[in-house]
């Protein structure tokens, strides 16, 4: 079956552009998470949805930086007026059900430079 | 300091070769610990998967969980060079669904 998938795999901005990076979780999974990996480190949280609700945005770096997941399926991280420390893989994963009994699926990321 | 931290290698051992890769974490809280492995430009993927103290064991591969030292480990035997990839070491607490990930060590094994 089709595992987390995101868009673009890479994505290159300037400085002060706007981004949108797309996560489709697993279809009927309940629980999306987004993780931000820097290189040569682990991934680090940002946000948590169940379904549609944003339970959780403690992780997110500046207020710069937004999700959403309007109808509890495909979700969007938008950062706006990127900068040179947002460059960095963001992963996306996904649970079935209750984020604390269920594996999180991690897809293959988006890389984004900010040059 | 971070909460979990992992020795980022790299690592580089001969085919055939027992592997062990270990954590620290400094949160008490913390009841769930899994291993990831993650190859170049790929997601991380789950590989073990333990609650609390003791040891698991899945086909080539143990962890090891010991809560009086704060202490984890992953243990691959007669490794293989599809084995190379970065293995990143990660836990949680009971009530938290947040995973905190150490850095990640850098495996090659070498055919």
């Known amino acids: 079956g089709a595992g987390v998938s995101q868009s673009p795999r890479y994505k290159v901005a300037k400085r002060g552009q706007d981004v949108a990076l797309r996560c489709d979780p697993i279809s009927g999974h309940v629980s999306l998470f987004w993780y931000q990996q820097a290189l040569g480190q682990g991934p680090e949280f940002l946000t948590y949805?169940?379904?549609?609700?944003?339970?959780?945005k403690s992780g997110l770096p500046s207020d710069r930086f937004f999700a959403e997941r309007p109808e509890g399926s495909v979700s969007t991280l938008k950062i706006q007026r990127t900068q040179q420390e947002d460059s960095a893989v963001y992963l996306c994963a996904s649970s079935l059900a209750g984020p604390m009994t269920d594996t999180q699926y991690f897809g293959p990321g988006t890389r984004l430079t900010v040059l | 300091q971070k909460e979990v931290e992992q020795d980022p290698g790299p690592l580089s051992v001969p085919e055939g070769a027992i592997v062990s890769l270990n954590c620290t974490y400094s949160?008490?809280?913390?009841?769930?610990f899994m291993w990831y492995r993650q190859y170049s430009r790929k997601g991380p993927e789950l590989l073990m998967y333990?609650?609390?103290?003791g040891n698991k064991e899945d086909g080539r591969f143990t962890a090891q969980v010991d809560k009086s030292s704060k202490y984890i480990s992953l243990f691959i035997r007669d490794s293989q060079p599809s084995d190379s990839a970065t293995y990143l070491c990660a836990a949680r607490g009971g009530s938290n669904y947040k995973l905190t990930f150490g850095k990640g060590t850098l495996l090659t094994v070498n055919p």
């Open positions: 949160n008490s809280a913390f009841q769930y």
């Open positions: 949805f169940q379904n549609e609700a944003q339970l959780d």
């Open positions: 333990t609650y609390s103290s």
